[in-house]
């Protein structure tokens, strides 16, 4: 394989930032909400602490991502945050799952923004590599702080190889291709639908595609990634020459270059490895 460079940090000079998020939040409320959970969402929900977030993924029965998201603690149960466009569809497979559990789920008027930094109280959650806190609430007090455009977020989380739902992976996409493993997934918790194809992957095989980090050598417009005369991938998100790409397991194991259009993309990282 060959070598990788060096991993750029996203800038630290973000303490005084906020940035509003297209997320919706989900109560799950009643005497079964944890037990029913835990066989919902890939991470351990006894590994959730007050104050914190956990970020976890729901699977299809074939082991794919539906989506991710993020479980905070409420008074009465949880508060489950994923992205706007992805919550019916989220919605819908996890009612398809409760049967006779005392389990409410229920949709809330709750906003949800990112602040970097420790500064102002809320959810502490780490979104783009530094700490921080998600603050929820009906609305939402971001008195002096600067609020940071979608063009910089998208910078900002590329940068720091962040993979994002339903552009970077999805219901085409297995954990560990997505490098969401060491992040998402527990391998010491009871059962929860679609872990047998992902615990099989990490016994048996190999993932067969990985997503990257890279950087283009040149402009291209083009986002298929070939090998010689094989397509090998595809650039999934790109901010200028910096880019995100799912890529063939064993195009990345060889030594020919991978090409973009008329130039050349430099692997930086594959995410969730440590290089």
Known sequence: MRPLATIVAPPQNLRMSVFRLDEVVISVTGDDAKSWLQGQITADLEGLKPGESLYALVLTPKGRILADIRLVEADDGYHLLVERSLHEALLARLEQYLVMEDVELEMTSLQVAHVWGEERPGVRSERLGVSGSDLIGESLDLSGLEEV??????????????????????????????????????????????????????????????????????????????????????????????????IKRKALESEIPLEVGTTTLEVVAIIGETP
Request: proline share 5%; glycine share 12%.
């Open 149 to 246: 455009s979608h063009e910089m977020w998208e910078a900002l989380r590329i940068s720091a190889g962040v993979p994002r739902v339903g552009v970077d992976f999805g219901l085409a996409t297995l954990p560990q291709e997505a490098g969401l493993k060491e992040r998402a997934v527990s391998f010491s918790k009871g059962c929860y639908l679609g872990q047998e194809p992902v615990v099989m992957l990490e016994h048996r095989g190999k993932p067969p595609k990985r997503l990257i980090r890279g950087r283009l050598q040149g402009d291209t417009e083009v986002d298929q990634v070939q090998q010689g005369k094989r397509t090998v991938g595809s650039i999934t998100s790109r901010k200028d020459l910096d880019v995100l790409a799912l």
